[in-house]
Each structure stands twice: as structure tokens, then as C-alpha cells.
């Protein structure tokens, strides 16, 4: 089983950056592809980035595109999420995920989650 733990979120102003840490442990955590969601207040759940367990692939939502980035150090078994230029439409719960397939980030649900990370973004 994989276990995970977000951290960096916080409170921060429209334009500047934040950068969000999901520390997995497990026995076949590095193999894993992970990833990350947000759910905003009044919002669904929707799909931000994902990684594949080598780092040479990933995917990303069109809403953040050009401002974040999905990295991985598997010496460390951590994913980070860069967020730059942040919006106060990024606000919401940030999620780390993983799963064997990358391709379930974008169609299906991670069968492991962690419990989530605050991103607050004011105007």
C-alpha cells in the first residue's frame, strides 16, 4: 500500500507561489505514478496534474498549464507542485494521488489518497 502526506499549503496573494510537497511511503511507492487534485467550495473535484514514475511523462489541466509544474524526487519518494502567478480561483483543498496506471488520473479515480492540503489565494 502507498501512504501519503501533503504539506505546503497556505495563504498566500493573487500572483505569488507556492509550492506543495506529498511525501509517499510504501514499499512500491517509486513505481507509482502520482499526482495531484483540487476541490474548491461549491466546486467538483477536478484533475490538476500527474506524473509517471519515472518523471519523463506528465500531464497537466489546461487551467494550469504554464503557471504549475509537477516534478518528482523518488530518492526522497516526494512530489512537489510548483504554483506560480497563483489566482484566487486556485483556491481549494489540493489532493495527492497515486495509482499503477498514469492514464487513471485522467480517466478513472487513484486508489490512493491523501487527506489534502489548504491553497488560499486572496485578491
Known amino acids: 500500500q502507498v501512504q501519503l502526506v501533503e504539506s505546503g499549503g497556505g495563504l498566500v496573494q493573487a500572483g505569488g507561489s507556492l509550492r506543495l510537497s506529498c511525501a509517499a511511503s510504501?514499499?512500491?511507492?517509486?513505481?507509482?505514478?502520482m499526482g495531484w487534485f483540487r476541490q474548491a467550495p461549491g466546486k467538483e473535484r477536478e484533475f490538476v496534474a500527474a506524473?509517471?514514475?519515472?518523471?519523463?511523462?506528465?500531464y497537466g489541466a489546461d487551467s494550469v498549464k504554464g503557471r504549475f509544474t509537477i516534478s518528482r524526487d523518488n530518492a526522497k519518494n516526494t512530489v512537489y507542485l510548483q504554483m506560480n502567478s497563483l489566482k484566487p480561483e486556485d483556491t481549494a483543498n489540493y489532493y495527492c494521488?497515486?495509482?499503477?496506471?498514469?492514464?487513471?488520473?485522467?480517466?478513472?479515480?487513484?486508489?490512493?489518497w491523501g487527506q489534502g492540503t489548504q491553497v488560499t489565494v486572496s485578491s
Open positions: 510504501g514499499r512500491t511507492s517509486s513505481s507509482y505514478g
Open positions: 506524473i509517471n514514475w519515472s518523471g519523463v511523462r506528465t
Open positions: 494521488a497515486a495509482d499503477r496506471a498514469l492514464a487513471i488520473f485522467t480517466t478513472a479515480v487513484p486508489n490512493y
